[in-house]
């Protein structure tokens, strides 16, 4: 068995998307249309920076799911793939699981662009700029960090935001009990405590805001039944129920992405391989998950048509 998987937020750089749009038409009318629904150049920003606007949280979701989307496009326009042929599953890593539903046809490209549009705006708005923060806990199991977030919370909010391989985990909340996490770290037998360069406090219950404007957002723009099943960040089990993956979507923004529980159940359900999309960040992940495990991550158009041959 084969899932097809793809990246979240921080797999974003300049010039991402450019060979693509260079040598396939596919992936230029995926770029066109990602800029006509959003009424702006993103297509520009993605090629040519600056970095700091793309790294723009607004910018950088709807920039991701276009290079991963332009990647299968490619793959199926230009090299003849069926998604339904040569997968089995799809997932993808919080803002990943737009594009894993966009794959799947559950979401039109336009549609999933407008909403990671929405929902970067909202989860800017959510925290004013200074009030939260978020960390990397090295070499710190779920149970671990668990204990230090309850320890450093002192009455402020400081939650398990991403449980992504067995090495790395990440805490959200206010600033000041993100700092005495990291501080605390030896104290729980975690060897380091990193803040991570982000806006905001994503993954937490301090994005409420954002997920009231999701929820009313996917309420009149609902996902329609996917071509394949896919297993959902918050729950990191099948979702095949549209009315099921719109809700859980609403409680993805405030909720845990279990990335890498998705990954022992898509293993344990009996897939083999793991082809990521557009960036080369869940690879790894996925390596330190299961040593076993099959990984391709394709990014470039070499890439592309080194797997073409292989699927074919």
Known sequence: MRAFVFP???????GMGRELADASAAARAV?????DALSQNLSTI???????????????????MANAIATLRVLEHDFGMSLTDAGDCVAGHSLGEYTALCAVDAFSLSDTARLLKLRGTAMQAAVPVGVGAMCALLG???????????????GEVCELANDND???VVLSGHV???????????????????????????????MQPAADVMAQALADTSPAAPVLPI??????SLVN?????????????TGRVRWRESVLAMRAAGTEQFIELGGKVLGPMIGRIDKDAQIRSIVTMEQIEELARELS
Request: hydrophobic share 40%; net charge negative.
């Open 8 to 14: 979240g937020q921080g797999s974003q750089k300049t």
């Open 31 to 35: 770029f066109d249309e990602v800029d």
């Open 46 to 64: 993605m090629r040519d920076g600056p970095e700091e606007e793309l790294t723009l949280t607004a910018n950088a979701q709807p920039a991701i």
């Open 140 to 154: 710190a199991d779920v149970d671990k960090a668990l204990a230090l977030a309850a320890a450093a919370a002192e």
């Open 166 to 168: 067995p090495t790395q």
């Open 176 to 206: 000041g009990a993100i700092e005495r996490a990291v501080a605390m770290v030896k104290d729980h037998g975690i060897k380091r405590g990193v803040p991570l360069p982000v806006s905001a406090p994503f993954h937490c219950s301090l």
């Open 231 to 236: 297993y959902a960040n918050v729950t990191a």
């Open 241 to 253: 129920d549209p009315a099921q993956e719109r809700d859980l979507l609403v409680q993805q923004v």
